[in-house]
Structure formats: structure tokens, C-alpha cells
Nanobody, 125 residues
Framework: QVQLVESGGGLVQAGGSLRLSCAAS????????MGWFRQAPGKEREFVAA????????YYADSVKGRFAISRDRVKNTVYLQSNSLKPEDTAVYYC??????????????????WGQGTQVTVSS
């Protein structure tokens, strides 16, 4: 059974940093993309970043480009989202997801098959 478990969320002041982690288990992810999405109160879930498991190719939403960095540790089966220069508008529940790479980059949530439970990130002004 595939499990994605996020951690690392919390409360941070604007300009601060957080590193989110997503521990993946239950299958081999070699043909998968791993993505981060977020959902703010009253808004739709939106794409943040994605990484291909084998090649390490990355792709970012324009809103986080230059501030966030996605990476993966293939030994630990863990995906990270380093979030720097955080802004109040980054406040959301952040979700980790895994999906087959059909047409890179995977930026739509319907391209992902497995989801974590989410971790709250709150950025105060």
C-alpha cells in the first residue's frame, strides 16, 4: 500500500524558511513524478513544484520560482520542498503527491495517483 507522509510544516514569519519532507513507501517510484501542491482556505488546490524520480528534472509554478526548491533522496525515498523567502500568500496546506510520468511536467492534480494527508504552513506578516 502506497503511503506518502508529509512533515515539516509550521508557523513562520514572512521572509523565513521551512523545509517540508514527504516520506514515500509501498512501491517503486522509478517511473513516477513527485509533486507538491497547496490549498489555501477558500481556494482551489494549486500546483507548486514537481520532480521526476529518476532523472531529477524539476518544474515550478511561477509563483514560487526562485524561492522554492524541490529535491529527492532516492536512498531515503523522501522528497523535500525547501521554501525560502516565504510570504503570507504562501499560507496553505501543502500536499505531496506521486503520479506516473505520462507527459512531463506533471502539473495537474489529475495526473497524480497518490496523495499525502497534508501539512499546514502558516506565514505571518
Amino acid at each position: 500500500q502506497v503511503q506518502l507522509v508529509e512533515s515539516g510544516g509550521g508557523l513562520v514569519q514572512a521572509g523565513g524558511s521551512l523545509r517540508l519532507s514527504c516520506a514515500a513507501s509501498g512501491r517503486t517510484f522509478s517511473t513516477y513524478a513527485m509533486g507538491w501542491f497547496r490549498q489555501a482556505p477558500g481556494k482551489e488546490r494549486e500546483f507548486v513544484a514537481a520532480i521526476s524520480w529518476i532523472g531529477g528534472n524539476t518544474y515550478y509554478a511561477d509563483s514560487v520560482k526562485g524561492r522554492f526548491a524541490i529535491s529527492r533522496d532516492r536512498v531515503k525515498n523522501t522528497v523535500y520542498l525547501q521554501s525560502n523567502s516565504l510570504k503570507p500568500e504562501d499560507t496553505a496546506v501543502y500536499y505531496c503527491a506521486a503520479g506516473l510520468v505520462r507527459l512531463w511536467p506533471n502539473i495537474n492534480d489529475n495526473e497524480y495517483d497518490y496523495w499525502g494527508q497534508g501539512t499546514q504552513v502558516t506565514v505571518s506578516s
